[in-house]
């Protein structure tokens, strides 16, 4: 079941996806691109763009792919970025052409063997692979309740669908002809009224699984989601934590 084919799913995430992929960009920029853009660059699993146009900061010239129709149909525009609906694993771009691929919040859906021969494929000759995810705590900064309600409430309701987890190890790179370069993690906090965090949780796989299984509507799920969490806005907005991860790959001779 693709979680993201939905139109509705591409509304949800046009609408409730916070925008943090410029402070990925920021760690980036003095390893990959320090004295300038990259010419060619690959976002895949871009969904609606979001990541395609920050890497479009560092990469003269950027593609787009997901294997969402409705995804890339809402995906935003930019003079540097195009887009086309395909598959990780099968990626319409002539070999050893890419100066950096890149994949946010996606490399956990892919069939990794399939999805790291094309960017073996497709990587130019020391070119740059870049795998970044910003996972939500599940807690509000002043307020522990909101985080026992995560918890006891709303990942019970919504539980989190199957994924591959596996760490990419230096083992497993090293195994596909790509060295580790640098791992970064850090926090950042992001400001939420309760409308944007309900339509941010909206975006979470866990609602979009009960969604796309029939359990839930987008509807009732939103408007169960406004009702549980709106007495936790003792003011109009509060922070959240993410903890971000930036993995970065380098091709080997």
Known sequence: MNLF???DAAVRYARGRPYFHPLVMER???IIAPVGRLSHGLDIGCGTGQSSVALADLVED??????AEAMIERAEAHPRVRYLTAAAESVPVPDDSIDAITTALAFHWFDRPRFLREVMRTLGPSGWFINYNDGFSGEMEGNAAYGEWNRQHYVRRFPAPPRDTAPFTDDDAAA????AVARQRFAHEISFDAPALADYLCTQTNVGAAIAAGRESPTTA???LMAAIAPFFERATAQFRFYCSIDVFRRTP
């Open 5 to 7: 084919a939905d139109p």
């Open 28 to 30: 980036l920029r003095p």
């Open 62 to 67: 950027v593609l787009g792919i997901d294997s």
């Open 176 to 179: 596909v002809g790509l060295a």
């Open 222 to 224: 939103r408007h169960w």
